[in-house]
């Protein structure tokens, strides 16, 4: 997550429906603390505006995100994972949040400090394909 709140923004491409699944969720998540329970803040999940999401072919999002955002999302996939009784979460959700988390987790291995040069934005994709040459039904 360290390495997620230093990237300055990065870009999470998606279907438009795993976006709208993102941000319903990801503002419930709670990290379970000594004392009580935390909330993820409104001040550390700021996703963008419907202005700033470029709408692509095939239902398909780009969405730039901060790099404090983008630790929200790191920090709710990891944060759902238990399965107790008491979990709100359903295998599901926990299977999205497996692999949206696998996917930054990949994206930030790439990442290195900057030293104040521009370089490529990170880019996060959420668009697995069928391997088969014969994908039509």
């Given at each position: 997550?360290?390495?997620?709140?230093?990237?300055?923004?990065?870009?999470?491409?998606?279907?438009?429906?795993?976006?709208a699944?993102?941000?319903?969720?990801?503002?419930?998540?709670?990290?379970?603390?000594?004392?009580?329970?935390?909330?993820?803040?409104?001040?550390?999940?700021?996703?963008?505006?419907?202005?700033?999401?470029?709408?692509?072919?095939?239902?398909?999002?780009?969405?730039?995100?901060?790099?404090?955002?983008?630790?929200?999302?790191l920090?709710?996939?990891?944060?759902?994972?238990p399965?107790?009784?008491?979990?709100?979460?359903?295998?599901?959700?926990?299977?999205?949040?497996?692999?949206?988390?696998?996917?930054?987790?990949?994206?930030?291995?790439?990442?290195?400090?900057?030293?104040?040069?521009?370089?490529?934005?990170?880019?996060?994709?959420?668009?697995?394909?069928?391997?088969?040459?014969?994908?039509?039904?």
């Amino acid at each position: 997550m360290a390495t997620a709140a230093g990237v300055g923004a990065a870009c999470v491409r998606c279907h438009r429906n795993t976006w709208a699944y993102l941000l319903e969720n990801v503002p419930k998540d709670r990290e379970e603390a000594f004392a009580a329970p935390r909330s993820q803040s409104t001040t550390t999940f700021r996703p963008p505006t419907e202005d700033e999401i470029t709408s692509e072919k095939d239902g398909m999002v780009t969405v730039s995100l901060s790099g404090t955002t983008l630790g929200a999302v790191l920090s709710w996939c990891r944060n759902i994972q238990p399965d107790d009784i008491g979990s709100r979460w359903t295998q599901l959700d926990r299977s999205i949040g497996r692999r949206v988390g696998a996917a930054i987790s990949q994206a930030l291995r790439n990442v290195i400090p900057s030293s104040g040069q521009d370089g490529p934005t990170v880019v996060i994709y959420l668009d697995d394909r069928f391997a088969g040459q014969d994908t039509q039904a």
